[in-house]
């Protein structure tokens, strides 16, 4: 099995919620793959698709890019 975490950039709101927020809230949702979907003992991985919503880096703050 190989979990495929979404992540939709547009939809992130740094007025309402900081960039600790949500990078907490990405490694919950590891923690989460990790400890579930994953079997002892074998070696595994984990797809990140991260949808800038029709931007490109250089366009989105750049303390969301760190």
Request: aromatic letters at 10%; charged letters at 20%; glycine letters at 4%.
């Given at each position: 099995?190989?979990?495929?975490i979404y992540?939709?950039?547009?939809?992130?709101?740094?007025?309402?919620?900081?960039?600790?927020?949500?990078?907490?809230?990405?490694?919950?949702?590891?923690?989460?793959?990790?400890?579930?979907m994953f079997?002892?003992?074998?070696?595994e991985n984990?797809?990140?698709?991260?949808?800038?919503?029709?931007?490109?880096?250089?366009?989105?703050?750049?303390?969301?890019?760190?």
């Amino acid at each position: 099995m190989r979990p495929i975490i979404y992540l939709n950039l547009s939809l992130m709101d740094l007025q309402k919620y900081s960039i600790e927020d949500y990078l907490s809230a990405i490694n919950a949702i590891a923690n989460i793959v990790i400890n579930r979907m994953f079997v002892k003992g074998k070696l595994e991985n984990y797809n990140f698709i991260i949808d800038t919503g029709n931007r490109n880096f250089s366009s989105l703050p750049l303390s969301t890019v760190k």
